[in-house]
């Protein structure tokens, strides 16, 4: 990691210690306090700010800087690396056939996100499928369709069904000729008991190899209950974080990681098909200290 990927007052709060070859308690703390700052006004949850501060500082004051390495670069590469424990290592998704059922609140951003996630696989040279299911969001069947036609990616969904286990069933065996599945589910306003037992039953329908939770950004406190339910309901491998190509930082998703013991996979920047990148540890990082 270089100096220009942090924010401004921490790079502040590092030159600071130009020359040193030593760390004193203040300094770290005084590092520690930026990194706090910066990290909750993202919405990353309390405990979680609480536990990689204790690293840092254990560590910055208990490891000896190699010999040649200045105090700065030494604590930097521990924030570094304690900031990559936090936010974790892509969710693995090999290129190759495959079924992804995408789960979370209405509004998050699933449909969109599975349009751009079949875009996406889609360059990569796969032959796509998104699979509409959403029965209960008006429009979302129309919204599907169009997003699939722009990603140039086949499509299935029946807006005269208004059984989700039957479409997501029928789908599969429609779009056979695709390799990568993409289970788009319906959303509810709130955690609701029919929303979880509609995502078990297609699960159960599509025997799914990755269930991915999607958050908008600006998701805060809301996303441990969120990712406990869904995660014990059909066990979440990855998350997709969307809209962060507005003010929100997506920190507040870092608890659902944590808390379903899994990583994320992509991040939505935009409503457009292509508006999507895969999840990589230091743009993220640069992004919440930013
Ligand atoms: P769903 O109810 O979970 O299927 O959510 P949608 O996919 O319909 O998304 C809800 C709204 O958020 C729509 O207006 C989308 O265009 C918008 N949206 C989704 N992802 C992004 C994103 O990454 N950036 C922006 N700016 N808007 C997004």
Redesign the pocket.
């Known amino acids: 990691m270089v100096l220009d990927d942090l924010g401004s007052s921490l790079r502040g709060t590092l030159d600071k210690l130009q020359g040193k070859t030593t760390l004193s308690e203040d300094d770290v703390e005084e590092i520690v306090k930026e990194i706090q700052r910066s990290l909750l006004s993202a919405d990353v949850d309390v405990d979680l700010v609480m536990e990689l501060s204790d690293s840092i500082r254990e560590r910055a004051l208990r490891e000896e800087p190699p010999a040649g390495t200045t105090a700065r670069d030494h604590v930097l590469k521990i924030v570094y690396e304690e900031m990559v424990g936090l936010v974790g290592e892509s969710t693995d998704l090999p290129l190759k056939e495959q079924t992804i059922v995408l789960a ?1 609140l ?8 599975a349009a751009k996630m079949a875009w996406w696989f889609s360059k990569k040279g796969l032959r796509p499928a998104v699979v509409q299911t ?1 029965t209960f ?1 008006p429009g ?1 069947y129309e ?1 599907a369709r169009e997003m699939a036609e722009r990603a140039e990616v086949d499509f299935y969904g029946d807006p005269d069904n208004d059984d989700p286990v039957d479409i997501a069933r029928k789908g599969l065996a429609e779009t056979e000729d695709a390799d990568v599945h993409i289970v ?1 589910t319906a ?1 509810r306003h709130a955690l609701e008991e029919e929303l979880i037992e509609e995502l078990e039953e297609i699960e159960d329908a599509v025997d799914p190899d990755r269930n991915l939770l ?1 958050l908008d950004a600006a998701i805060g406190q809301g996303a441990k209950e969120q990712a406990e339910r869904f995660d014990d309901a059909v066990g979440i491998d990855g998350v997709v974080i ?5 003010t929100a930082k997506g920190g507040g998703a870092l608890a659902a990681v944590d808390q379903t013991d899994s990583s994320i996979a992509f991040l ?4 457009e098909v292509g ?1 999507i990148e895969r999840f990589e540890a230091s743009g993220f990082i640069s992004r919440l200290l930013g």
């Open positions: 979370g209405q509004g998050s951003g699933k449909t969109t996100s959403d969001r979302a919204q788009d959303g999607v969307t809209k962060l190509d507005g939505g920047t935009g409503e508006d």
